[in-house]
Every structure is written in structure tokens, then in C-alpha cells.
Nanobody, 126 residues
Framework: QVQLVETGGGLVQTGNDLRLSCAAS????????VGWFRQAPGQEREFVGS????????KYGRSVEDRTTISRDDAKNTVNLRMNVVKPEDAAVYYC???????????????????WGHGTRVTVSS
């Protein structure tokens, strides 16, 4: 059973960078595609981005694609998200998820993922 834990949430000032990390236990993240999603109060879960296993192809949601980078650190068994120039609308609970699907065209869909973390809350201050 793969368990995922997100870290790095908290209070971020508008215009600063956000850095989140997804760590796994019970499995090796290099064997999985990993996605990041977020959910703000009263809104649907939104795809932030993903990185495939193997080919390491990345894909990003439209609202963040110009300022977000997802990368792997295989030595630490983590997948990291960096978002530049954070905006108030970036405030949400951020989740990472792991999937055996290797085709990035399916990774925007939450149903493609087998394992989910509990989320980390990001609050944005002006």
C-alpha cells in the first residue's frame, strides 16, 4: 500500500513562490506517475499538473502552466511542485496522487489515480 504525504503548505505571501513536496512510503515514486490537484472551499478539485513515470513528461493545468514546475527527486523518493508568483486564487488544499498510468493525456483526471495524500493547506496573504 502506497502512502503519500504532502508537505510545504502554510502561509504564502502573494507574489512569492510556493514549494510543495510529495513523499511516498510503501512504494517507490519513480514507478508511478504523480499528479498534483487542489481544491478550494466550495469548488471542484482542480488539476494542477503531473509528471509521468519513465518518460517524465510533465503536463500542467491552464491556470498555472506558465508558472508551475513539477520535478522528481528519485534519491528522496519525492515529487516536488514549485509555483512562482503565487496569487490569492492559488489558496487551496493541495493533494498529490500516484498513478500507474503512463500516458499524460489521462493524468488530468482524478479517476486515473490509485493513491492520494491527505492534502496540505496553502493560504495566500496579500
Amino acid at each position: 500500500q502506497v502512502q503519500l504525504v504532502e508537505t510545504g503548505g502554510g502561509l504564502v505571501q502573494t507574489g512569492n513562490d510556493l514549494r510543495l513536496s510529495c513523499a511516498a512510503s510503501g512504494g517507490t515514486l519513480p514507478s508511478f506517475s504523480v499528479g498534483w490537484f487542489r481544491q478550494a472551499p466550495g469548488q471542484e478539485r482542480e488539476f494542477v499538473g503531473s509528471i509521468t513515470w519513465g518518460g517524465r513528461r510533465t503536463k500542467y493545468g491552464r491556470s498555472v502552466e506558465d508558472r508551475t514546475t513539477i520535478s522528481r527527486d528519485d534519491a528522496k523518493n519525492t515529487v516536488n511542485l514549485r509555483m512562482n508568483v503565487v496569487k490569492p486564487e492559488d489558496a487551496a488544499v493541495y493533494y498529490c496522487a500516484a498513478s500507474r498510468v503512463g500516458d499524460s493525456s489521462y493524468l488530468h483526471d482524478p479517476v486515473s489515480y490509485e493513491y492520494w495524500g491527505h492534502g496540505t493547506r496553502v493560504t495566500v496573504s496579500s
